[in-house]
T-cell receptor, first 111, second 109 residues
Framework: DAGVTQSPTHLIKTRGQQVTLRCSPK?????VSWYQQALGQEPQFIFQ???????QRGNFPDRFSGHQFPNYSSELNVNALLLGDSALYLC??????????FGPGTRLTVT | KNEVEQSPQNLTAQEGEFITINCSYS?????LHWLQQHPGGGIVSLFM???GKKKHGRLIATINIQEKHSSLHITASHPRDSAVYIC???????????FGTGTRLQVFP
């Protein structure tokens, strides 16, 4: 079992661009949560997907959107990138209501 | 005030020492997670507990629901235990995790 995987590992974008980050959940998991961790800060919840729908959302603007596919993998999209979007983006998968397992993260740098 | 508070923020220890990290939360929860994060970012889930005590190797986690408090203990600490330890709460009816600010642990040989 490969565990939770994320791609890409690192990414550099320019202000105003759009980015898509990808997450494949641990085998057997049906729920994917996304978190943003700014440098030196704790992770902040962005949103969670279950049964291909966004079920919960944190305090993030509409520039942050996502998708979950029938195979439970998920994408996080961020439009109109700002410098402040530079962060480590973490994906966590779980069976609904159970322990979350984290991926290695995608480090996004916006210049 | 954060919903989840950790102490201490920083901790240094000599190899072999017993380590305790504390976590307090302000609202009722369905579960409390203890996580480990190494430099470079990857987060490893250590424990998820909703009552009592769990043990895995040299790590022990306890939770007191009435007092809204949890502790993570590391016995016979080792330099490879050096990392940031984070507690995170999960409230009822949601899988959303709310994270504490973390405790940076350094264990010296």
């Amino acid at each position: 079992d490969a565990g939770v995987t994320q791609s890409p590992t690192h990414l550099i974008k320019t202000r105003g661009q759009q980015v898509t980050l990808r997450c494949s959940p641990k085998s057997g998991h049906d729920t994917v949560s996304w978190y943003q961790q700014a440098l030196g800060q704790e992770p902040q919840f962005i949103f969670q997907y279950y049964e291909e729908e966004e079920r919960q959302r944190g305090n993030f603007p509409d520039r942050f959107s996502g998708h979950q596919f029938p195979n439970y993998s998920s994408e996080l999209n961020v439009n109109a990138l700002l410098l402040g979007d530079s962060a480590l983006y973490l994906c966590a998968s779980s069976l609904k209501g159970y322990e979350q397992y984290f991926g290695p993260g995608t480090r996004l740098t916006v210049t | 005030k954060n919903e989840v508070e950790q102490s201490p923020q920083n901790l240094t220890a000599q190899e072999g020492e017993f380590i305790t990290i504390n976590c307090s939360y302000s609202v009722g929860i369905s579960a409390l997670h203890w996580l480990q994060q190494h430099p470079g970012g990857g987060i490893v889930s250590l424990f998820m507990l909703s009552s009592g005590k769990k043990k895995h190797g040299r790590l022990i986690a306890t939770i007191n629901i009435q007092e809204k408090h949890s502790s993570l203990h590391i016995t016979a600490s080792h330099p490879r235990d050096s990392a940031v330890y984070i507690c995170a709460s999960r409230s009822y009816n949601t899988d959303k995790l709310i994270f504490g600010t973390g405790t940076r642990l350094q264990v010296f040989p």
